[in-house]
């Protein structure tokens, strides 16, 4: 199997996930707050290995014998988005952060359901798993094809778990309310401005 396929697929995964969205927002906040950091990464990382090795088997091509589900995925995910950004600028508005930050503010059942909206209510994702890196995976057959979709799991992994334990090391700055405010006012607002996105066509 040869290393080049895998590392390209490795090189689009990546740069499709880096971009800055509402999964990442997540795992970011959840990464600081040190909650459910694992099982938040390894949920988000096999969400897109599932979704990645479903377009690289070529589901991207049955998605466009579907007229209709990109538009209603995209208004589930509008609708998704705004909401919880309006929880997360109520709760900078409620301002109430004692230092309950290393006290759960959710179950784990809540935030792995969250986890899980924010990854299959997002139209984007499907986007960039099911038709880029399907599409991209078309460059290659057998054997190099398995490799560039194992890349691009693999680029899942180690962003996803590099974000989530990375984001340990910001624990001293968050550490007074008002830099909690200020994260939850950021979070809602990246959350509107993609809802606004998906539900105005852009």
């Known amino acids: 199997m040869s290393f080049a396929p895998a590392a390209v697929g490795f090189a689009t995964g990546f740069s499709l996930i880096l971009a ?70 109520h709760a900078s508005w409620r301002g109430n952060y004692e230092i309950a930050n290393a006290i759960p503010t959710q179950s784990f059942r809540a935030a792995m359901l969250t986890c899980l909206a924010f990854t299959w209510l997002n139209p984007h994702v499907y986007l ?5 890196i399907g599409a991209a995976s078309t460059l290659y057959e057998g054997s ?25 090391r910001l624990a001293p700055i968050m550490s007074s309310p008002s830099a909690w ?5 950021c979070i809602g607002l990246v959350m509107w401005g993609l809802a606004a996105i998906l539900a105005f066509g852009g």
Do not use: E, H
């Open 128 to 132: 960039d798993t099911l038709a880029l």
């Open 20 to 89: 800055i969205g509402a999964q990442n927002a997540f795992v970011l906040q959840q990464g600081l707050r040190q909650q459910f950091v694992f099982a938040v990464c390894v949920t988000c990382a096999l969400s897109d290995a599932m979704l990645i090795a479903t377009g690289v088997a070529g589901f991207g091509v049955a998605m466009g014998a579907v007229p209709w589900l990109p538009s209603l995925m995209r208004v589930l995910g509008a609708a998704f988005l705004f909401a919880y950004g309006a929880v997360r600028l």
């Open 181 to 185: 405010r200020v994260l939850d006012i």
């Open 144 to 168: 190099a094809k398995l490799a560039f979709g194992g890349g691009a799991m693999l680029a899942s992994f180690v962003f996803f778990f590099a974000l989530g334990y990375g984001a340990r």
